[in-house]
């Protein structure tokens, strides 16, 4: 009786495995580079993080949201789950964005929590959301 649990669940950093000859990473180094962040610190033990997200993770995410639309999706001509990306992005472009943003902004938020080492005491603001 008990659970099992597969090997690979364990990695839940991102890491490097080994580090290429000409340097990089060293092994299961974390990697924190993959959003900007400038912290400002406010009176009242206010933080603010100015987070910039790479446009490869925003081109990641509209990919993977294509791509579970695109499984059950059904349009005229095609079979179920084989219209081609870019006509399943036009059909959804009115979601798209918006789920984009429900996906990049709290992963971009986690990362830059941790990156820059604050602990925050509330839930955050959304402000100034620039979307390029």
Do not use: W
């Not at 974390?30 to 406010?42: A, F, S």
């Not at 499984?71 to 219209?83: E, Y």
């Not at 959804?92 to 941790?114: D, G, M, N």
């Amino acid at each position: 009786m008990g659970v099992r649990v597969p090997p690979f669940a364990f990695f839940l950093t991102r890491s490097f495995p080994s580090s290429p000859p000409g340097g990089g990473p060293t092994a299961h180094e974390t990697r924190h580079d993959l959003v900007k962040v400038n912290v400002i610190e406010q009176p009242a033990c206010r933080r603010v993080l100015e987070i910039e997200v790479p446009a490869e993770d925003i081109d990641r995410h509209r990919e993977d949201i294509v791509d579970e639309y695109r499984k059950s999706i059904t349009l005229p001509g095609f079979r179920k789950g084989k219209a081609p990306r870019e006509i399943v992005r036009a059909r959804i472009a009115e979601t798209l964005q918006e789920e984009i943003l429900k996906r990049a902004i709290p992963a971009a938020y986690q990362e830059a929590v941790t990156e820059s080492q604050v602990h925050p005491a509330s839930d955050p603001q959304v402000q100034d959301l620039q979307y390029k």
